[in-house]
Each structure stands twice: as structure tokens, then as C-alpha cells.
Nanobody, 123 residues
Framework: QVQLVESGGGLVQAGGSLRLSCAAS????????MGWFRQAPGKEREFVAA????????YYKDSVKGRFTVSRDNAKNTLYLQMNSLKPEDTAVYYC????????????????WGQGTQVTVSS
């Protein structure tokens, strides 16, 4: 089993930045990829970004490309999401996700979830 704990959410003005962190523990050596999803009120959970743990290949939702950067620190077993130029439509609960066998760019491919952290962007 793998446990994921997010941190770093908060309230920020439009145009501002936040960095989310996801600390992984447990059988992290079995993981193939990690990533981020988000869920706004009344909407379905959606993919935001993912990264393969074997290299530097990353995947992004089109609307966050150029603004968000996903990265990892294997020594610390920590995943990050640097979010710049934030917009009110980025407001959501952000979830860390991980998979043992696939690119975690779909909820159906996710084996583990964090508890979520709230990001609110004011206009």
C-alpha cells in the first residue's frame, strides 16, 4: 500500500502562485507514475498533470500547460505541482494520485489517492 498526503493549498489572488506538495509513504518503490487531479464544486474530478517516476516525461491538461509544472524529488518521496498565473477557474480541491502500472492521467488508472487540498483563486 501507498499513502499520499497533500499540502500547500490555500487562498491566492488571480495571477498569483502556489506550490502543492504530496508526500508518499509505504511501498513507493512499486509506483510507475504520480500526478494531480482536481475537482471543482458540482463538477467531475479531472486530470491536471502527471509524471513518470522512471524519467522526466510529464503530461498536462491543455488548460494548464505553460502555467503549471509537475516535478518530483525521489529522495524525499515527494511530488510537487508549481502553479503560476492562477485563474479563478483553477479553484478546486486538488488530489494527489499514483499508479503502480500506468500513466495516472485518468481516474480509472489510479491506484492511490490523497485526501485533497483546497485551492481557491479570487478574482
Amino acid at each position: 500500500q501507498v499513502q499520499l498526503v497533500e499540502s500547500g493549498g490555500g487562498l491566492v489572488q488571480a495571477g498569483g502562485s502556489l506550490r502543492l506538495s504530496c508526500a508518499a509513504s509505504g511501498r513507493t518503490s512499486s509506483l510507475f507514475s504520480m500526478g494531480w487531479f482536481r475537482q471543482a464544486p458540482g463538477k467531475e474530478r479531472e486530470f491536471v498533470a502527471a509524471i513518470l517516476l522512471s524519467g522526466r516525461i510529464a503530461y498536462y491538461k491543455d488548460s494548464v500547460k505553460g502555467r503549471f509544472t509537475v516535478s518530483r524529488d525521489n529522495a524525499k518521496n515527494t511530488l510537487y505541482l508549481q502553479m503560476n498565473s492562477l485563474k479563478p477557474e483553477d479553484t478546486a480541491v486538488y488530489y494527489c494520485a499514483a499508479s503502480n502500472s500506468a500513466v495516472v492521467n485518468s481516474a480509472t488508472r489510479t491506484d492511490y489517492w490523497g485526501q485533497g487540498t483546497q485551492v481557491t483563486v479570487s478574482s
